[in-house]
């Protein structure tokens, strides 16, 4: 447990701090961007659903930040605590983290007097942001390189925004306005497994 701390201690002071103030700065700010004051469930769902994933994204880019170098990943792979558990430390205070700022922007709605489903669209963001993670973690760990990642997640999300479900049908991202629990669900499903294969990739890089 111990080392679990230090792990944890390690990243957040590190690496992860800068990204969840940039998070949660940008949470903060939301509400004087963005205008959420007296809106109907459809504006609720659209102004959040177009906004929100892209600052919870944020929060994964450190996850193998910290491994790009090959000299690093070569001393870390050399710890006690595998490389694999390592970058499940790192994702579990990711998603706390998460869970946190979605909370935080929800609660802003609800002071602004916006209609909204606080479980569904808690459900729908995280599962938004899980998605767009798990694209930008799996072209991550195969190329170590942030901003490469970063374009797999950014142009699925752009080609949703102009073009509706033309292309992707069942993986279209704005669903929330339809209050599509299923849809929300296939996205957070996708997401995991790609987070979780993304993982097993960069553990097995030599």
């Known amino acids: 447990m111990e080392r679990v701390v ?5 990243f957040l002071k590190f690496q992860f701090l800068p990204f969840f103030v940039l998070s949660f700065l940008l949470t903060l700010l939301f509400p004087s961007f963005f205008g959420i004051e007296n809106l109907a ?4 769902a659209s ?3 177009r906004i929100f994933p892209i600052i919870g994204l944020v929060l994964f880019i450190p996850l193998f930040l910290p491994d790009c170098d090959q000299n690093t990943l070569e001393v870390i792979q050399t710890k006690k605590t595998s490389y694999l558990k390592i970058l499940v430390i790192r994702l579990v205070q990711i998603f706390i983290t998460l869970l946190f700022i979605t909370i935080i922007c929800l609660i802003f709605f609800q002071l602004k007097n916006s209609e909204i489903k606080f479980g569904l669209f ?3 963001g995280m599962a938004d942001v899980c998605f ?5 973690c799996l072209i991550f760990s195969l190329t170590m390189q942030p901003v490469t990642g970063l374009i797999a997640p950014l142009a699925y999300y752009i080609i949703c925004l102009f073009t509706g479900d033309k292309y992707f049908k069942i993986f279209y991202f704005f669903t929330l306005v339809n209050e599509d629990f299923r849809s929300k ?7 995991i497994i790609l987070i979780s ?6 553990n097995n890089r030599k």
Do not use: H, N, Q
């Not at 230090?6 to 390690?10: A, L, R």
């Not at 669900?185 to 997401?191: A, M």
């Open 122 to 124: 808690l459900f729908g």
């Open 132 to 136: 767009l993670a798990g694209l930008m």
């Open 185 to 191: 669900l296939l996205l957070l499903t996708v997401g």
């Open 6 to 10: 230090k792990i944890s201690e390690v």
């Open 41 to 44: 469930f459809t504006e609720s």
């Open 47 to 49: 102004v959040y659903e």
């Open 197 to 202: 294969i993304s993982c097993f990739v960069a």
